[in-house]
């Protein structure tokens, strides 16, 4: 049996409660799957990240809690709650939190 898709339009919605800590460990949750793009929040304990890698789509990463360290090809951005970067199509970049650490991502697909 599948699980029916949760609806979030129309909700005001607390980003930073929207997903919990958990020690060694990266949670997330969609709220947006669409052709067009997608919408990910993220909780990553202090010390867990995202590996490098590519995306074929542009992605902006907001910063909703905490501290991390984004890498773009080969180039450190420290990063605090707050801010956001803008990460390219197919250039390498990855993850990694410096203290406990919530994102929101945004993939956009086009």
């Known amino acids: 049996m599948s699980k029916a898709k949760e ?6 919605i607390d980003l930073c409660n929207l997903v919990a800590y958990q020690s060694g ?31 074929p789509y542009d992605a902006v990463l ?16 420290p990063m605090k709650a707050g801010e956001l970067i803008i990460m390219p199509a197919k250039i390498p970049h990855a993850v990694h939190a410096t203290t406990p650490f919530k994102m929101m991502l945004t993939m956009i697909h086009a």
Request: hydrophobic share 45%; aromatic share 8%.
């Open 25 to 55: 460990s990266i949670v997330s949750r969609m709220l947006v799957y669409t052709k067009a793009g997608t919408i990910t929040v993220f909780a990553f304990d202090a010390g867990e990240g995202l590996s490098e890698h590519t995306a």
């Open 7 to 12: 609806n979030l339009a129309e909700q005001v």
């Open 62 to 77: 907001q910063v909703l809690d905490g501290e991390a360290l984004i890498t773009i090809a080969d180039k450190e951005y």
